[in-house]
Nanobody
Framework: EVQLVESGGDLVQAGGSLRLSCAASGFTFDDYAIGWFRQAPGKEREGVACISASDGNRNYADSVKGRFTISSDSRKNTVYLQMNNLKPEDRGVYYC?????????????????WGQGTQVTVSS
């Protein structure tokens, strides 16, 4: 059974940093791409960043480029999202998701498995 467990969400002031973690289990880590998504109140869920566990390719939403960094540790089956220079508009529930994929990266709507989410709140 595929399981994704997020952690690291917190309340932080604007300009601050957080690191989210996504612990994955129940599948062969290197066969999947892992993505981070977020959903703010009243808004649709949006893709933030994703990484291919097999070849390390990364993709970021324009709104987070230069501030967020996604990385993976295949020894720990864990994907991280380092978020720097946080802004109030970065607030929301952050979800980790997985998609079975070969080389390259899936589209944002191709992720099949989801975690329960972790709350990020950014105060101004």
């Amino acid at each position: 059974e595929v399981q994704l467990v997020e952690s690291g969400g917190d309340l932080v002031q604007a300009g601050g940093s957080l690191r989210l973690s996504c612990a994955a289990s129940g599948f062969t880590f290197d066969d999947y791409a892992i993505g981070w998504f977020r959903q703010a109140p009243g808004k649709e869920r949006e893709g933030v960043a994703c990484i291919s566990a097999s070849d390390g390719n990364r993709n970021y939403a324009d709104s987070v480029k230069g501030r967020f960094t996604i990385s993976s540790d295949s020894r720990k089956n864990t994907v991280y999202l380092q978020m720097n220079n946080l802004k109030p508009e970065d607030r929301g529930v952050y979800y980790c998701a997985a998609a079975k994929y070969g080389l390259g990266l899936p589209a944002w709507d191709e992720f099949d498995y989801w975690g329960q989410g972790t709350q990020v709140t950014v105060s101004s």
